[in-house]
Structures are given as C-alpha cells and as structure tokens.
C-alpha cells in the first residue's frame, strides 16, 4: 500500500517521515530551510538539482525515487476543474497616484476636528 504525503513546509516534516518518502516530488520553494531539507533527501549525487527549486514555474517539479528512471524537471497537467483561487489583480497598482485628502485626519490627530476655524 503506497503512502502519499503532501506539504508546503517540507522542514516541518519528520526526518523519519522524508526519509521513508520513496518517490519525492518538489515543487518551487523559495524558503532556504525547506530547499536545504529537500537537497539533503536527495542522493548525494543528484542534490545540485535542489538549486532550481526556487526558479521553477508554476506547475512544474523536480521529480527523483523510485517511481522514475532519471531525476527529471517536469510540466504537470493542470487540474480539471480548475481551483477557485487566482493571483490578485493589479490593476489598482496600475492607475496614475492620487494624492488622498487628509485634512479630516490631520484636524483629528491636532485635536481641532469640528471647531470653526476663523479665515
């Protein structure tokens, strides 16, 4: 019976838990503690592979074990359907800056927010 584990935090994990992982299969990290704990599951002579972790693009891993003949970087099919989530628009980022009014707090923080001012 195979055993699948998943996490984001692979320094989180148990040494015992990684060790016993036959197949790892590494998506972009770009924590140095996760990248150094997946370098060190690695074999010896494939641990340089650890280095593109952080330069993968979304949907692609670095897979090694058991289940494959060579280490290899590969594309993963997307999901379907796909998940309800998306990355933040920019597009507030993008308009011209306004300068925002700040004279109701200014008169607030002075402590004159509501007198009648004499001009």
Known sequence: MGLL????RPSELPD????????????????????????AALPDMISGLATILPSLRTGEALVSGESVVLPARVMLDLPNPQPGAADPSLTAWRKKPSKPDVSSALAAW????????DD
Not at 20 to 38: F, K, P
Not at 112 to 117: D, L, Q, W
């Open 5 to 8: 584990l998943v996490t984001q």
């Open 16 to 39: 015992t838990a990684l060790a016993q992982c036959g197949t790892i299969l590494a998506l972009r990290l770009s924590n140095a503690e996760d990248q150094g704990t997946i370098r």
């Open 110 to 117: 002075r402590g004159t927010f509501g007198e009648a001012t």
